[in-house]
């Protein structure tokens, strides 16, 4: 079992950044891809961004690109989602989880074995 939990969310306008956190305890999180998925109200759950295990391959969502990174620390058990240049449309609850399959990533949140709780980003225009 691996238990996710997450940091980082709140309150930001337009342009401004933020990053999330991700700490992982229980199952050795190094092993694992990890993903960022957002879901905003009424919206289906997306994926954002991943990361394979040893943090060798990524993909961002097109919406994404260019303004979101990703990345983590295996030896702090850690993955943080780098976000800037934040618009309105990027609020949403913010998860992350994690993949035992590590590669190739995906974008089918089924194939994603751990969640944590969910992070709040609110962008004011």
């Known amino acids: 079992q691996v238990q996710l939990v997450e940091s980082g969310g709140g309150l930001v306008q337009a342009g401004g950044s933020l990053r999330l956190s991700c700490a992982a305890s229980g199952r050795t999180f190094s092993n694992l891809a990890a993903g960022w998925f957002r879901q905003a109200p009424g919206k289906e759950r997306e994926l954002v961004a991943a990361i394979t295990s040893s943090g060798g391959n990524t993909y961002y969502a097109d919406s994404v690109k260019g303004r979101f990174t990703i990345s983590r620390d295996n030896a702090k058990n850690t993955t943080y989602l780098q976000m800037n240049s934040l618009k309105p449309e990027d609020t949403a609850v913010y998860y992350c989880?994690?993949?035992?399959?590590?590669?190739?990533?995906?974008?089918?949140?089924?194939?994603?074995?751990?969640w944590g709780q969910g992070t709040q980003v609110t962008v004011s225009s």
């Open positions: 989880a994690a993949d035992s399959l590590d590669y190739p990533l995906s974008t089918n949140r089924a194939r994603y074995d751990y």
